[in-house]
């Protein structure tokens, strides 16, 4: 009895020591990056168009077109990747049967479409760009970007999907109702999963420089046409923090900073949404 003690308060110690490990890189990171980047951020900055001197210790211009350029792509991909993926998940958890072949095929298709790194996806847009004989755009990082994160949509709202109870379908069945009409129980009950899955594409995407590298092109003004290339915070502070200056350098913090606070505050937005969509679910 006595070494279960001891095996149970050693495991303890390591699962503590884990969490604070964890912990401690999640503070470095947010520390490092406001000490960088907190002097170097200003108004100006946020809010002017990009001109040469941002790249050089003279200053001069501000990122306004890539935080409006990531905007860009992230709504717009995101808004594709949902229009594109609900449908899938219900039709292998409504239409298709609960051990179907095809849909056990599909999962495993949608894994492996998880695991590869961004900067394949990116390499294959180019590819495809190179082919139709097409420049970086907008367009083409929103296309990319929205192939990048189906499988995050697919594989969390799948999960979800799969806890369902399928008594309450076969209740939905007797009580008459066709499938595409069962299709919108499942959906309250499930739009907590929705919005999880959500904030997980949208933070994939919005932090992602690999897939945009290759396929949106670089620019320091504004899109108006999905045809112009468009820049990203991404790309800006890999571009910034490859300069020389050390100026230019924390600019490139700065622009983290401000990644780092959009991030936080489609978290905390998505947190809620999360919380106002758990109290349609059955207990």
Same mark, same amino acid.
Request: with cysteine; charged share 15%; hydrophobic share 50%.
């Given at each position: ?8 308060? $050693? ?5 503590? /020591? ?11 990171? $947010? ?12 108004? !100006? ?12 210790s003279k ?11 990531s905007?860009? &792509? ?13 449908? #899938? ?13 095809? /849909?056990y &095929? ?28 097409? @420049?970086?755009? *907008?367009?083409?990082?929103? &296309?990319? #970007? ?6 995050i949509?697919? +594989?969390?709202? !799948?999960? #979800?999907? +799969?806890?369902?109870? +399928?008594d309450?379908? %076969? ?8 499938r ?25 995407? $919005? ?8 396929? /949106?092109?670089?620019? %320091?003004? $504004?899109?108006? +046409? ?13 571009? *910034?923090?490859?300069?020389?200056? @050390?100026?230019?350098? %924390?600019?490139?913090? /700065? ?6 606070? &959009?991030? *936080?505050? *489609? ?17």
């Open positions: 009895m006595r070494f279960k003690f001891i095996e149970e308060k $050693i495991f303890r110690s390591l699962m503590i /020591a884990a969490t604070l490990l964890v912990f401690a890189f999640v503070i470095s990171i $947010i520390y490092t990056i406001i000490m960088r980047g907190w002097n170097a951020l200003s108004w !100006d900055l946020v809010s002017r168009m990009g001109t040469s001197g941002l790249y050089t200053g001069g211009g501000g990122f306004l077109s890539a935080i409006v350029g905007l860009y &792509i992230v709504g717009a991909s995101t808004c594709l990747g949902l229009l594109i993926s609900i449908p #899938v998940v219900f039709y292998l958890n409504v239409y298709l049967k609960k051990r179907s072949k095809m /849909a &095929i599909a999962r495993i298709a949608y894994d492996v479409l998880f695991g590869i790194p961004s900067i394949v996806y990116g390499a294959f847009g180019l590819t495809i760009m190179v082919y139709l004989g097409l @420049k970086g755009s *907008l367009g083409s990082g929103i &296309i990319v #970007v929205t192939l990048l994160i189906i499988p949509f697919i +594989r969390s709202m !799948d999960e #979800v999907a +799969r806890q369902f109870p +399928r309450i379908l %076969d209740a939905t069945y007797a009580l008459g109702a066709t595409f009409e069962t299709i919108g129980v499942v959906l309250r009950q499930i739009s907590p999963g929705i919005a999880t899955a959500t904030l997980l594409s949208v933070g994939r995407a $919005i932090g992602d420089a690999a897939s945009v590298m290759l396929t /949106a092109g670089y620019t %320091d003004n $504004i899109p108006s +046409r999905l045809s112009q290339p468009v820049s990203s915070l991404p790309m800006l502070i890999f571009n *910034l923090y490859n300069q020389p200056a @050390k100026e230019a350098q %924390d600019r490139g913090y /700065a622009a983290a900073l401000v990644l780092t606070l &959009i991030v *936080l505050a *489609l978290s905390l937005a998505g947190r809620f949404i999360t919380n106002r969509f758990s109290k349609n679910k059955l207990q």
